[in-house]
C-alpha cells in the first residue's frame, strides 16, 4: 500500500493472485472519497485481520486497511463482461489421493469443497457446485465435470479458470469453463461414465501410487469372458455397497473389457487397465466389480460361478472391493 498527500493506491493479494486494485482521491468537491477505477473485486473476503503482499505469505495486519467505498458493491460490470443468471459447466481433474472424495464431508478435505471455497473466494458470493458423479475417498479423475451458477460473472470464463488455478491446490486443475444452457445438468444430462481401473504385475516403483500390483498370476483372457457378461445384466446389486442408500441397481454398462497397455516385451512387469462404460454406476461398484474378476482370473470363480454371483444380487457372494488408489473416472459423455 502506498501513501501520498492525495492519492490512495490499495492493492490486495492471496496466493500472489492479484485479488483487487483500486484508487481513491480526495478531491471530491464535498472531501469525500469516490472511487475512480477498480478491477476485479472491491476487498478480498475472508481475509480480515491480514494484509497479503505479492509473493509473500499473510503477515500480521497493523490494526486496519483504509476500506473501499460502499459505491464498489454497486459499481457497472466493466465491458466485456457476461451478465444475467448463467450456468456454466466445469471440465476440471484431480489426484485424488489425499480427498475424502469429490463430495463435501463433515470432517475431512474434498475435491467439491476445494472448488467451491475458490469459486466463493474469486467471485465474492458463495457458489454451489454440482458434479456429474461423487468419486470415492482416493479415487482419481481424469475428467470430471460440475455445474455452477452465477448471476454476474466479471470477467470471461477462460480468465475465471486461469485464476481458479491459481488457487486451487496442485492436485486439482481446471481445464476449462463453458457457459451452457439452463436445462443443461453436470449430474443428470450425463449419458455415460467411463472409469478405468490399473493393475501391474511385478514390482514397480514408479506405478505404485495409481496402480494395483497383482502378487500371483492371472488369467486376463478368462477375466474378460466374464467381463463381457456384464453387458447380459441390468441389475447390479451385487456390486453395491451393503448398507448405502440407493433408490434402484439398475445400471446399464455398455462396455466392459481388460487392455494391456504397450507390449511389454522390455520389462518384466505387464501394465493392464479394466475399463467399463455405463450410464450410471452404484457406490463402490466398479472396486467390487474388478474384486471379483481377479477372483476368476485367479480361478478361484468360475464362469458359471460368476454369473451366479451377478445374478444373486448380494455383496457377501461378490469379490472383494479394491483399493481406491488405481481407479479412474476417465470420461463422461453429454
Not at 82 to 111: A, C, E, K
Request: proline fraction near 5%.
Amino acid at each position: 500500500m502506498f501513501f501520498c498527500p492525495s492519492v490512495l493506491l490499495s492493492f490486495y493479494y492471496y496466493n500472489n493472485v492479484l485479488l483487487s486494485f483500486c484508487l481513491i482521491t480526495s478531491f471530491c468537491p464535498n472531501d469525500t472519497c469516490r472511487l475512480q477505477k477498480y478491477a476485479e473485486f472491491a476487498e478480498p473476503p475472508n481475509v480480515s485481520g491480514f494484509f497479503f503482499e505479492k509473493g509473500a505469505s499473510a503477515l500480521p495486519f497493523q490494526e486496519k486497511v483504509v476500506p473501499l467505498p460502499p459505491q464498489i458493491t454497486k459499481a457497472g460490470t466493466p465491458s466485456g463482461c457476461l451478465t444475467d443468471d448463467m450456468r456454466y459447466f466445469i471440465t476440471l481433474s484431480y489426484d485424488g489421493t489425499r480427498f475424502h472424495g469429490w463430495q463435501v464431508q463433515p470432517n475431512g478435505i474434498s475435491v467439491q469443497g476445494e472448488l467451491q471455497r475458490a469459486l466463493s473466494l474469486i467471485l465474492r458470493t458463495d457458489i454451489q457446485v454440482t458434479g456429474a458423479g461423487r468419486t470415492d475417498t482416493g479415487v482419481h479423475a481424469r475428467m470430471m465435470v460440475a455445474h455452477f451458477e452465477a448471476t454476474t460473472l466479471p470477467f470471461q470464463p477462460h480468465d475465471l479458470a486461469y485464476k481458479l488455478n491459481r488457487l486451487l491446490p496442485q492436485d486439482i486443475a481446471i481445464q476449462k469453463i463453458e457457459p451452457v444452457s439452463e436445462d443443461l445438468h453436470a449430474r443428470f444430462s450425463a449419458t455415460s461414465r467411463t472409469y478405468r481401473y490399473f493393475v501391474h504385475t511385478g514390482k514397480s516403483p514408479f506405478l505404485r501410487h495409481y496402480s494395483w500390483q497383482a502378487h500371483y498370476a492371472l488369467d486376463f483372457p478368462l477375466m474378460n469372458e466374464a467381463a463381457a457378461m456384464l453387458l447380459d445384466y441390468d441389475d447390479f446389486g451385487a456390486f453395491c455397497k451393503s448398507h448405502t442408500d440407493v433408490k434402484t441397481t439398475i445400471c446399464h454398462v455398455t462396455h466392459a473389457q481388460w487392455h494391456k497397455v504397450g507390449d511389454c516385451k522390455s520389462t518384466t512387469t505387464e501394465e493392464w487397465y479394466f475399463e467399463i462404460t455405463a450410464n450410471r454406476f452404484l457406490r463402490n461398484m466398479v472396486r467390487a466389480v474388478v474384486g471379483t474378476l481377479i477372483d476368476v482370473g485367479r480361478h478361484r470363480l468360475t464362469l458359471a460361478d460368476f454369473r451366479r454371483v451377478v445374478e444373486g444380487k448380494r455383496r457377501t457372494e461378490a469379490g472383494e472391493s479394491m483399493p481406491a488408489n488405481a481407479l479412474f473416472l476417465e470420461n463422461i459423455t453429454y
